[in-house]
């Protein structure tokens, strides 16, 4: 069973879900998404060992969406705020992309609250991180006159591996998780603007040894987005951290690959 729940945060209203049993384990999603954007295969497979808080962050999904500056910071605290207005004082956290640069400023923040750490497909911040194709992170901006899906498929192709991008199941599966998330509220234009301002005023690089929760690093090694190079400087900096590579898979491995992306997941915070 799921819930949606509201909490609100200095006037901002944040929208997310409770759903599986098991440890408490918050999800943070990356850029421009939503808790939908997780898709219900790895969902599935994870909602069997723990409790899942799945955060709209703001901007995003059914949470209020401000036209004002953020940092990844700020974004960290609403985090805080929603687990305790879910009575959760501490729990697994785990981010992908831009969510996991999120979980970095959780971890750093609000430390003592972290029983387990999982950072996918992520970076320590600009400075020190191994780019991606310039046009590639151009994909992920809207353009003038393309409807939400369109925008979307466009996105999602961009972050794909071209394996997956290219097989018949690959589209398929972009397809049904385009389709989950068409009834759901869109992305509006300035979220992509103002979470693409914190991305590019991130930076953890320094304060990477600060970490003291046990860490997975977790990634595709077909990531064009983010190159899993990215995940070998996390795992350097951050002290005990241990690294999980898919072979192949892309930016979203846990859509390429959910049942071995919940495996590790798992077998990595069981016990924590």
């Not at 959760?88 to 029983?115: C, D, K, P, T, W």
């Not at 497909?121 to 899906?149: D, F």
């Amino acid at each position: 069973m799921s819930s949606a729940r509201f909490c609100e945060r200095n006037g901002v209203k944040l929208r997310y879900e409770i759903r599986g049993q098991g440890e408490p384990l918050a999800l943070i999603m990356g850029f421009s998404g939503s808790g939908r954007t997780w898709g219900e295969p790895f969902l599935r497979e994870m909602e069997r060992k723990f409790s899942m808080i799945v955060i709209d962050n703001r901007g995003t999904g059914e949470s209020d969406k401000p036209d004002a500056p953020i940092t990844l910071a700020e974004l960290a605290t609403d985090a805080a705020a929603v687990l305790d207005h879910a009575g959760i004082r501490r729990s697994h956290v785990m981010g992908i992309s831009m969510g996991g640069m999120i979980a970095q400023e959780y971890a750093l923040n609000f430390g003592e609250r972290v029983r387990g750490l999982v950072l996918g497909c992520t970076t320590c911040g600009m400075r020190k991180s191994v780019m991606g194709a310039p046009e590639l992170i151009n994909e992920l901006m809207p353009q003038p006159g393309l409807s939400p899906r369109e925008q979307a498929r466009r996105g999602l192709s961009a972050c794909s591996s071209e394996g997956f991008a290219k097989s018949e199941a690959g589209r398929a599966f972009v397809e049904a998780r385009l389709d989950d998330m068409e009834g759901y509220p869109p992305t509006p234009p300035h979220t992509f603007q103002r979470q693409m301002e914190a991305i590019m005023a991130f930076d953890t690089f320094d304060r990477l040894g600060q970490i003291k929760a046990p860490t997975l690093v977790i990634t595709g090694t077909g990531d064009p987005l983010v190159p899993a190079q990215n995940s070998e400087i996390l795992r350097a900096g951050i002290p005990g951290a241990k690294l999980y590579q898919i072979p192949g898979a892309g930016h979203l491995f846990f859509w390429e690959a959910p049942e071995e992306s919940a495996k590790a997941v798992t077998s990595f915070l069981e016990g924590r």
